[in-house]
């Protein structure tokens, strides 16, 4: 009924934030780890929860969520009507068993991916370090400072391997690091090539375009792969520097270079500054096969949740309520597979593997779904999501196929929305706009009724913090959200300059926030 409804709304707002262990039936149920079944609230004694009562809830079940006899939380099922929940027992706690399975497969995503973060971040730095390190030594060679002593004694000490070799690429001198490194001493390499520690991974045209620049007498840079003494892989971040106009002499007793005027200006020497990367690397591929592994358990029991309440809506003894909600379990697993696989789309952007093919998306009913999934939070905001045209009439539009791919596209608009609505203030409207680009925009040979760019705006009243407009699109920027993680206008900025999209944002205290996208040309469906 209509005062049903109303009841349960208020319910929804009134419903307490925390229930204590044993208090009310989802608090019993926690405390005993086992499910509760009321058949009538209004005289059973365990239930102290008067909210329930009032929003005229009859019959109601609390399900525990346990991940090996860890409680994660409570699943609770509430009618208005006089319902035996006792008696599908074991389906319910077979729905509470799936669900317990994905959320403790997203917990243990979200932990895996924030210790090879920090793992990733602490190769990142150390590499970092060693860098600058490998930069002031290579200023040093390259200066042929007269303080030979400090460059030596530097050189010994740095934790990056040194290697100095004459024209002919064999080997003068190698620091103790290297020695550590690959497990070979100064005597055992002094006369031979690096070629010793060649470990067949790269072929020969590249140490050939490594040779060609060193003999032009520029710096080359690059990662190898060695292999130690012992036969195990390294890889290694090298730069490898010429030396002009001066010749390398060895001073017996104390066997230090000595350094002898040469005003030829010829390459007498190489010296090569290199830095351990096998953590870096190794953490690379942690993170690659975390990502492929996660991708792979997660999609088999979202195949259950997807699967299972498809056979449940064969069911004719299920009313309508029922069929909403089993359509909203398909819906959500649905969303968590494509997630996935934009999960993976954005990691191959970012490390480069990603190849775009073209394809075609309708615009209009990829922001009607981006509208629809924002439903939620506009309702609790009370904000209202507009959908209009300027400059080209709306049917056109609702028959346009735009070039671009449909869950990227998707994706893009869907982050941009939400960040509108949230941005916006209460009681308020988001409008989207979807027009033609100016002339002024593109040349006048591109600009026809139906061969053009388009561009959709997304207004709201709110306007972007001035600490972060400066860097809105950037990746884990994020201010005064609680629950923000900073990554959806990074990844729909990275998505849409992935399909040649350009995409801005314009703000201020007094006109609110523009979020603009412009989009490659188009041509509606004949």
Same mark, same amino acid.
């Given at each position: 009924?209509?005062?049903?409804?109303?009841?349960?709304?208020?319910?929804?707002?009134?419903?307490?934030?925390?229930?204590?262990?044993?208090?009310?039936?989802?608090? *019993?149920?926690?405390?005993?780890?086992?499910?509760?079944?009321?058949?009538?609230?209004?005289?059973?004694?365990?239930?102290?929860?008067?909210?329930?009562?009032?929003?005229? &809830?009859?019959?109601?079940?609390?399900?525990?969520?346990?991940?090996?006899?860890?409680? *994660?939380? @409570?699943?609770?099922?509430?009618?208005?009507?006089?319902?035996?929940?006792?008696?599908?027992?074991?389906?319910?706690?077979?729905?509470? #068993?799936?669900?317990?399975?994905?959320?403790?497969?997203?917990?243990?995503?979200?932990?895996?991916?924030?210790?090879?973060?920090?793992?990733?971040?602490?190769?990142?730095?150390?590499?970092?370090?060693?860098?600058?390190?490998?930069?002031?030594?290579?200023?040093?060679?390259?200066?042929?400072?007269?303080?030979?002593?400090?460059?030596?004694?530097?050189?010994?000490? #740095?934790?990056?391997? @040194?290697?100095?070799?004459? *024209?002919?690429?064999?080997?003068?001198?190698?620091?103790?690091?290297?020695?550590?490194?690959?497990?070979?001493?100064?005597?055992?390499?002094?006369?031979?090539?690096?070629?010793?520690?060649?470990?067949?991974?790269?072929?020969?045209?590249?140490?050939?375009?490594?040779?060609?620049?060193?003999?032009?007498?520029?710096?080359?840079?690059?990662?190898?792969?060695?292999?130690?003494?012992?036969?195990?892989?390294?890889?290694?971040?090298?730069?490898?520097?010429?030396?002009?106009?001066?010749?390398?002499?060895?001073?017996?007793?104390?066997?230090?270079?000595?350094?002898?005027?040469?005003?030829?200006?010829?390459?007498?020497?190489?010296?090569?500054?290199?830095?351990? &990367?096998?953590?870096?690397?190794?953490?690379?591929?942690?993170?690659?096969?975390?990502?492929?592994?996660?991708?792979?358990?997660?999609?088999?029991?979202?195949?259950? &949740?997807?699967?299972?309440?498809?056979?449940?809506?064969?069911?004719?003894?299920?009313?309508?309520?029922?069929?909403?909600?089993?359509?909203?379990?398909?819906?959500?697993?649905?969303?968590?597979?494509?997630?996935?696989?934009?999960?993976?789309?954005?990691?191959?952007?970012?490390?480069?593997?990603?190849?775009?093919?073209?394809?075609?998306?309708?615009?209009?009913?990829?922001?009607?779904?981006?509208?629809?999934?924002?439903?939620?939070?506009?309702?609790?905001?009370?904000?209202?999501?507009?959908?209009?045209?300027?400059?080209?009439?709306?049917?056109?539009?609702?028959?346009?196929?735009?070039?671009?791919?449909?869950?990227?596209?998707?994706?893009?608009?869907?982050?941009? *929305?939400?960040?509108?609505?949230?941005?916006?203030?209460?009681?308020?409207?988001?409008?989207?706009?979807?027009?033609?680009?100016?002339?002024?925009?593109?040349?006048?040979?591109?600009?026809?009724?139906?061969?053009?760019?388009?561009?959709?705006?997304?207004?709201?009243?709110?306007?972007?913090?001035?600490? @972060?407009?400066?860097?809105?699109?950037?990746?884990? @920027?994020?201010?005064?959200?609680?629950?923000?993680?900073?990554?959806?206008?990074?990844?729909?900025?990275?998505?849409?300059? #992935?399909?040649?999209?350009?995409?801005?944002?314009?703000?201020?205290?007094?006109?609110?926030?523009?979020?603009?996208?412009?989009?490659?040309?188009?041509?509606?469906?004949?």
């Amino acid at each position: 009924s209509v005062k049903q409804s109303d009841n349960i709304l208020m319910f929804g707002k009134q419903q307490k934030d925390i229930l204590c262990v044993g208090e009310c039936l989802c608090g *019993i149920a926690a405390q005993d780890k086992n499910p509760v079944f009321a058949l009538n609230l209004n005289t059973d004694q365990r239930c102290t929860n008067s909210e329930c009562k009032m929003a005229g &809830i009859h019959s109601y079940a609390a399900i525990p969520l346990m991940n090996r006899d860890r409680l *994660i939380g @409570i699943v609770g099922i509430g009618s208005c009507d006089k319902r035996d929940f006792s008696v599908q027992s074991k389906f319910l706690q077979s729905l509470a #068993s799936i669900i317990t399975i994905s959320i403790a497969n997203i917990m243990l995503h979200n932990q895996i991916v924030i210790h090879t973060e920090q793992l990733m971040n602490q190769a990142v730095y150390n590499a970092a370090q060693l860098r600058r390190h490998a930069d002031q030594l290579e200023s040093i060679v390259e200066q042929r400072t007269v303080e030979l002593r400090k460059f030596f004694n530097a050189v010994e000490s #740095s934790p990056a391997s @040194i290697v100095i070799t004459d *024209i002919k690429g064999n080997i003068e001198y190698a620091n103790p690091f290297f020695t550590e490194l690959t497990g070979y001493t100064p005597d055992e390499v002094k006369g031979e090539n690096p070629r010793i520690l060649k470990s067949g991974i790269h072929p020969k045209e590249f140490y050939q375009q490594m040779w060609n620049t060193l003999l032009a007498g520029e710096i080359w840079r690059g990662e190898i792969c060695n292999r130690k003494k012992n036969g195990e892989l390294y890889w290694e971040n090298v730069a490898i520097s010429p030396l002009r106009g001066s010749k390398s002499a060895k001073d017996d007793k104390d066997k230090k270079p000595v350094q002898e005027e040469d005003n030829s200006g010829r390459i007498i020497n190489f010296v090569g500054v290199k830095e351990d &990367i096998t953590e870096r690397k190794n953490a690379q591929r942690i993170r690659e096969d975390v990502d492929r592994i996660l991708r792979h358990d997660l999609k088999s029991p979202l195949s259950a &949740i997807i699967g299972f309440p498809q056979m449940m809506m064969d069911n004719d003894n299920l009313t309508d309520s029922q069929k909403k909600y089993l359509k909203y379990i398909m819906d959500s697993g649905q969303n968590m597979l494509d997630l996935i696989d934009l999960s993976l789309t954005i990691y191959q952007i970012e490390t480069g593997k990603y190849k775009y093919t073209p394809s075609c998306f309708n615009l209009l009913k990829t922001l009607e779904q981006c509208v629809y999934s924002s439903s939620s939070i506009c309702k609790s905001k009370d904000i209202n999501i507009a959908i209009s045209t300027s400059g080209i009439d709306m049917i056109k539009v609702e028959t346009a196929e735009l070039n671009g791919d449909r869950l990227l596209a998707f994706s893009i608009f869907s982050n941009l *929305i939400k960040n509108a609505v949230e941005a916006s203030p209460c009681n308020e409207s988001v409008d989207i706009v979807i027009e033609p680009v100016p002339v002024s925009y593109q040349s006048i040979a591109l600009y026809t009724q139906f061969n053009s760019s388009i561009r959709v705006t997304i207004h709201n009243k709110g306007a972007v913090p001035s600490q @972060i407009r400066e860097r809105f699109f950037d990746k884990y @920027i994020t201010y005064s959200k609680p629950n923000g993680t900073g990554l959806g206008t990074y990844s729909a900025k990275l998505l849409a300059q #992935s399909q040649g999209w350009q995409i801005e944002m314009k703000t201020s205290e007094e006109f609110g926030t523009y979020l603009i996208v412009t989009i490659a040309p188009f041509k509606p469906v004949q």
